[in-house]
């Protein structure tokens, strides 16, 4: 009678239950360590998936001798067990996951290495408690039964895996029709961060590699077009100064249905087809409002609105709370600074670190982008960062984008400021570029800045020290992290501050907009220390997020706006207030002074709107106190957000722009 001793031994331990077991702890230390729900319905697939898998590495560990199947075990579960603790600091710190597509922005660990390190250190007795399985096994491996399988006893383990492999798929029907089911993520939703969740981190790897391998096309719902035609003026006795204002669409002549004719591609085709049925950002009263002025805009690193205080940041706070207000905006950390200034320069959502490792190539066509269009306009154009210019391959994105005039450090900006301290100082940035700039007719000018960078710690933080003394005669009682964050933003307010008056002195500060935003919140700082600084208590998904987006000229009357807003927005608000041509169909973002409906999309695929907050990790949706929210309109709001992910990833992967500006 065949003896089934891969399950069961009296004299060994078997192999099968050692992998099954260490990777069911493995997988549930991953989720209390990171999720703050464990147990759902899913938890069923990833049993069924865990047998599944384990049977495979049951059968790769006894094809050999007794010697080199505990070689081939021990090799699997130290890469396994390594992979485990890798996505485990990264997602706690870094706030995203690593994918095949992540490392196209590796260098941005390398060149902190330092700090992930520290980083690192500080998580050591998580990672000590992923390695106990492996430990344990090394201590007791001559329990462990290595010896070689015969056809018959892998017969019977083939057989049982293909029988749990179809046990797999029929899981995926879990609640199937739910939002974001498992069948919804694995046929039709390509999000690495969604799959980790529900479906645990070493089939989300598989599901990766097979995508890469085989390639993956995300479903595109398209959906009717909602929004209602211009309406045509009436030929009645109403003077004409008291006829309403008809407005035209901020939309250029683009013959969509020759394009979809003409295209062969599926993809492409489908692309057409979607930004046809678009219809665009209606012209509004603000359309042209600072036409002819010129432009500084601002990507402040770890800019948030719990940095804007009347005692620390006095101009940042005049600048917050005059000019346009915008009550309800969101700065989404979506892979650290490069997906953050993606967003702001681009109009597009940063889907994935392999769209921002394509557009960090410089190779994508922007004929919309910012420094071309202001070019075009007339404008001289500038860019400034008080980092290394290669850094996230910085000095070739900003090309693309049309500029040409780019100083950094270790390409001229380094003889004019002190590059060899961290964080570097924004007032010594501005004050020492100005100059290039002021005494042109017209300019726009790009900075993105270092003062407010991580590390939050006094002995590390030469902004920071710099502000200390004056920082602590306030007698603010916060810890440490929060104290140095808000101490390192008053280099940012003093450098506004300058900026100001030299534009002022120079005659130009009435004809100058200043608009600014942050690329993230400062993730470096817990959640609860970052709570400190609030006026209220913001979760760690969504309203951690909320922020300001300054939007100021001098000579402009305050206008407060409530609609939701965030980083994608801010390039074709900035292009309807300047009076640019552009068309509003091609941006994912879309102007927050129009009349479209706000909306911001985070990490993970959440989304906030004018009616409420959908979170994704409870399939919930909590409308905004006294809104009454339509019928039909959170499963409308979800496969919007998806295709506008979609469409965010798409434009970069086919560098649509190029096929559409011919």
């Known amino acids: 009678m065949l003896q089934y001793k891969w399950v069961y031994n009296m004299k060994k331990i078997s192999l099968y239950l050692v992998v099954f ?58 890469v396994i067990t390594i992979w485990f603790c890798a996505e485990y600091v990264c997602k706690s710190y870094f706030d995203f996951y690593i994918s095949l597509s992540t490392f196209q922005i590796a260098e941005q660990l390398g060149d902190f290495m330092g700090k992930t390190l520290f980083e690192i250190a500080k998580r ?75 479906f645990g981190v070493l089939n989300s790897l598989g599901i990766d590699i097979k995508r890469a391998v085989f390639g993956f096309e995300e479903e595109i719902v398209l959906t009717p077009n909602k929004t209602p035609d211009v309406p045509e003026k009436e030929d009645n006795d109403t003077p004409e100064e008291e006829q309403p204002i008809v407005y035209e669409y901020n939309n250029l002549d683009i013959d969509f249905d020759s394009l979809i004719n003409n295209e062969s591609n599926k993809t492409l085709k489908q692309m057409h087809e979607y930004f046809k049925n678009e ?41 917050v709370n005059s000019g346009f207000v915008f009550k309800n905006f969101y700065t989404p950390t979506i892979f650290s600074t490069i997906g953050g200034e993606f967003q702001e320069l681009t109009g597009l959502y940063a889907s994935g670190t392999d769209i921002l490792g394509k557009f960090r190539t410089g190779n994508i066509t922007f004929p919309m982008g910012i420094s071309t269009v202001f070019e075009n306009a007339n404008y001289r154009t500038f860019a400034y960062h008080n980092n290394y210019a290669s850094f996230q391959n910085r000095d070739k994105y900003l090309k693309s984008l049309g500029f040409d005039n780019f100083k ?28 290039d700039y002021v005494n042109n007719d017209h300019f726009m000018v790009f900075y993105a800045t270092n003062s407010g960078h991580s590390n939050y710690e006094w ?32 280099d940012l307010d003093r450098a506004l501050e300058s900026l100001i008056k030299k534009l002022d002195e120079a005659g130009k500060l009435e004809d100058t907009v200043i608009a600014l935003v942050g690329d993230h919140y400062p993730y470096d700082i817990p959640v609860e220390q970052v709570n400190e600084l609030s006026d209220y208590e913001r979760d760690a998904k969504v309203e951690i997020n909320s922020s300001n987006f300054i939007l100021w ?32 169909r091609l941006f994912i973002g879309k102007d927050i002074l129009s009349t479209e409906p706000g909306l911001a999309i985070f990490n993970d695929r959440y989304w906030a709107s004018d009616y409420g907050t959908y979170f994704v990790s409870k399939r919930e949706f909590v409308p905004k106190e006294g809104v009454e929210v339509p019928e039909g309109y959170v499963k409308n709001m979800i496969n919007t957000v998806n295709n506008k992910i979609n469409m965010s990833k798409l434009i970069i992967e086919n560098n649509y722009y190029s096929k559409v500006f011919k």
């Not at 898998?53 to 130290?78: D, E, P, Q, R």
């Not at 007791?140 to 029988?163: D, G, T």
């Open 459 to 490: 002995k590390s933080n030469a902004m920071a020290r710099k502000y200390k003394e004056e920082f602590l005669s306030l007698g603010l009682n916060y810890s440490e992290k929060p104290s140095v964050y808000l101490a390192a933003n008053m």
């Open 553 to 584: 000229n001098s000579e402009m009357d305050k206008v407060e706006v409530d609609k939701v807003g965030s980083q994608i927005d801010v390039i074709p608000t900035l292009y309807n207030l300047f009076g640019i041509d552009y068309d509003s």
């Open 279 to 319: 219809t665009g950002t209606l012209k509004n009263e603000y359309t042209g409002m600072f036409k002819g002025k010129n432009l500084i805009l601002f990507m402040a690193e770890s800019f948030n609105e719990v940095a804007v205080r009347k005692d620390t940041t006095p101009t940042l706070y005049k600048l």
């Open 408 to 435: 950094a450090c270790n390409t001229g900006l380094e003889k004019v400021i002190n590059c060899n301290i961290w964080p570097r100082s924004d007032l010594e940035m501005i004050d020492a570029t100005v100059g």
């Open 124 to 198: 050591i007795p998580a990672i000590i408690a992923f390695f106990i399985p492996l430990i344990l096994t090394i201590i007791f491996n001559k329990k462990i039964n290595f010896e070689h399988y015969n056809y018959r006893y892998n017969l019977v383990i083939i057989v049982s895996l293909l029988a749990f492999y179809g046990l797999y798929r029929l899981s995926l029907n879990i609640n199937k029709d739910k939002d974001y089911s498992l069948h919804h993520l694995y046929y039709d939703v390509n999000d690495f961060a969604l799959d980790m969740e529900n």
């Open 21 to 78: 077991i260490s990777l069911l702890y493995m997988e549930l230390l991953y989720k209390v360590l990171i999720y703050d729900h464990i147990f759902s319905l899913a938890l069923i697939n990833l049993l069924i998936y865990l047998i599944f898998i384990s049977l495979v590495l049951l059968i790769v560990c006894h094809l050999f001798k007794s010697k080199i199947n505990k070689g081939i075990f021990f090799f699997i579960m130290t």
